[in-house]
């Protein structure tokens, strides 16, 4: 009778720490704190601070978001950027993913791109209204210049490529920003938000020198000296799921995003929040 009790015991306690651990892993955010050295960066932007956020998929951190804003307000940023999937479109909520975002706004001004899953819920013209109407800039295609200091800096952002007619995601890609880098000064420091890091090759075509992009989800399962497993668009193991990516004079910057969605857990992949920060560095 001990026996089966010390069996029973032990499994009971190997399952509630399987369960604590899956908690943990699924709804404790972490912050990574990058950087990003430019000596095309107008000084007078060298210390601004971006917050990077990405794939929500209407997950809840605690009421109304609260704990999400907790670790933003830590952060103090200058700029919030949200590249994509707010909502899930397998189990669309729109209220639970509004939640805070009235909120982000008031800590600085947010930018806004679509993901795959805005555009696949086929409901975005309506959460579109709300976006802006919680004061969040959606960007469809089109750039604005961003001032500090008398200088300026240029933010591009980008719908995902299924918002387009078009059923060549990387041609579309091409289309949209063939047509939007026309009318940019080539001289200035410009960052590209767009939802998909599996197009990272063609971004750097573009004379861009940091793209914001999110929807790999961290590779949903990671280990060590390995990175993620699986991603949307790329596949099994995986070269865009988290962290910096830099090649030639273009920086990409992928989050490990918030939620989940076809794939309900990750492991050793907690929700992530990102802050970066740029340097002007003239003599590099």
């Not at 669309?92 to 795959?116: R, W």
């Not at 090759?201 to 004379?207: G, K, N, T, V």
């Amino acid at each position: 009778m001990k026996k089966k009790y010390k069996i029973f015991a032990a499994a009971a306690a190997g399952i509630t720490l399987l369960g604590l651990f899956f908690y943990t892993q699924n709804n404790s955010i972490v912050t990574t704190h990058l950087s990003i050295k430019s000596k095309k960066l107008p000084d007078e932007f060298s210390g601004y601070t971006i917050v990077h956020l990405s794939d929500l998929h209407s997950k809840s951190f605690g009421k109304n978001q609260s704990r999400l804003m907790e670790e933003l307000q830590e952060s103090e940023p200058d700029l919030v950027v949200f590249t994509g999937d707010l909502v899930d479109s397998r189990r669309y909520n729109e209220k639970t993913s509004m939640k805070g975002m009235d909120k982000l706004t008031k800590i600085a001004p947010v930018y806004y791109v679509t993901g795959n899953h805005e555009a696949r819920s086929g409901k975005f013209n309506d959460l579109e209204k709300k976006l802006e109407a919680a004061g969040v800039f959606v960007m469809r295609n089109t750039f604005v210049e961003l001032e500090r200091h008398g200088a300026s800096i240029q933010l591009l952002g980008v719908d995902d490529p299924l918002q387009s007619m078009d059923n060549n995601e990387s041609k579309a890609m091409n289309n949209v920003l063939t047509t939007v880098t026309e009318e940019m000064n080539e001289d200035d420091f410009k960052i590209l938000l767009s939802h998909r890091p599996e197009l990272f090759s063609l971004y750097r075509q573009f004379d861009l020198d940091l793209v914001f992009s999110g929807h790999a989800h961290g590779g949903q399962i990671r280990f060590p000296f390995i990175g993620g497993v699986i991603a949307p668009g790329q596949g099994v193991f995986p070269e865009y799921t988290a962290g910096v990516y830099s090649e030639d004079d273009t920086s990409m910057i992928v989050s490990r995003g918030l939620g989940n969605s076809l794939f309900p857990l990750r492991v050793f992949n907690r929700p992530e929040i990102i802050v970066t920060t740029l340097i002007s560095d003239k003599n590099g």
